[in-house]
């Protein structure tokens, strides 16, 4: 990916026909390793509109005089006119909640999975009614919890932070328990198995890891997110094992067919990201379609995952509408009734 790619956000798409939340994406936070990079700060620039009185046009507020009677003023107390109306700092919480409104992305959950972020997550959701907030320890992270390192599959060498010699994966767990009961915690997540980034050294500690989250969600009466990544069959395994929560979403689904049958048959969620818009994901588009509607949620995992035609771009909250107007094309549905059962199924599994 060029330098400029990486860099230059996708288009604000023009706004759904009806209203969707993004259940899932990571806004930045304090606690994140690329923050403050993720926000680039070097970047404001003038309103998208300017109001008349802005812009200083005659029918400013005031009448045809008030520039002149401004100027007088202005003369007089020895101020002069405010500076112009600035964009929000590109990657900026304002900067995405504006052009979540602009596209029709009405809120987002954002989640943190790491110990530095679970309590800036919290905090960024309770300062926006627009964000709610899902927290849990990363699959990826169980194991540096319990000191082990080896590398995996995807040849990555993995080292230890600070937090992960000061807590335990046991103590790190009851801090997500403990910041969860914040009104502003829909989720527990995400959680789950990830066999391409760890080790089998480090399978044990991502199950342990795994069942105490599916134990927390139930105990909290709060909706699951899963990760899988390439563990289906032992993330199923788990789930029959202990007994799934009552609302279970699979975020970012990246099974088959035969995968989102069992979900299907289980009342488990499937939430689809970018990835259904690839050229290449014929089986990913057909597990979609054997979703039952009122099972299917939309997301971004932004700033990953990008939906095409963006794909290697960041990915952004708003972006979701790209990805929800794929899929109403996919079923043959309209994109207004597609969205309102969206809005309903994640009504139904957040309360938001």
């Known amino acids: 990916m060029t330098r400029k790619k990486r860099s230059v956000y996708p288009d604000v798409p023009a706004p759904l026909a009806h209203p969707i939340v993004d ?86 959950v954002t989640c943190g999975c790491e110990v530095p972020t679970l309590a800036p997550t919290v905090a960024l959701a ?14 990826n992270d169980a194991p540096l919890h319990c000191g082990v390192t080896e590398t995996g599959p995807d040849g990555l060498a993995h080292g230890l932070d600070p937090w992960h010699r000061d807590y335990s994966l046991a103590d790190a767990v009851a801090l997500v328990e403990e910041l969860a009961r914040s009104e502003a915690v829909v989720a527990i997540g995400e959680s789950g198995l990830d066999y391409f980034r760890t080790a089998d050294a480090g399978k044990a500690a991502q199950e342990e890891s795994f069942k105490m989250h599916v134990e ?103 972006a979701a509408a790209y990805t929800a107007r794929f899929m109403a094309e996919l079923r043959g549905r309209d994109e207004a009734s597609w969205c309102e059962q969206l809005e309903a199924n994640t009504r139904e599994v957040y309360g938001i």
Request: aromatic content about 6%; some cysteine.
């Open 216 to 318: 927390l969600a139930k105990a909290l009466d709060l909706p699951l997110q899963i990760h899988d990544r390439e563990a289906h069959a032992d993330c199923l395994r788990i789930l029959t094992e202990c007994g799934a929560p009552d609302r279970t979403v699979f975020h970012c689904f990246s099974g088959d067919r035969e995968m989102a049958e069992v979900c299907a048959d289980n009342g488990w969620y499937a939430s689809f990201a970018g990835p259904l818009t690839y050229p290449a994901n014929d089986s990913l588009r057909e597990a979609f379609l054997a979703v039952p509607d009122r099972l299917v949620l939309v997301e971004t995992d932004a700033p990953y995952l990008t939906p095409a035609p963006w794909r290697g771009h960041p990915n952004a909250p708003y």
């Open 126 to 139: 309770e300062a926006h009614p627009r964000l709610s907030a899902a927290i849990a320890i990363h699959p």
């Open 23 to 108: 259940d899932h994406t990571h806004l930045p936070v304090p606690g994140d390793r690329d923050y403050p990079a993720a926000v680039d700060e070097g970047e404001t620039g003038p309103a998208e509109t300017e109001s008349p009185a802005r812009a200083g046009k005659p029918e400013a507020a005031g009448g045809l005089h008030a520039p002149a009677a401004d100027a007088e003023r202005d003369e007089r107390d020895g101020t002069g006119p405010p500076d112009p109306p600035t964009e929000p700092v590109k990657g900026s919480i304002p900067w995405h909640l504006a052009r979540m409104e602009q596209a029709g992305v009405r809120h987002a």
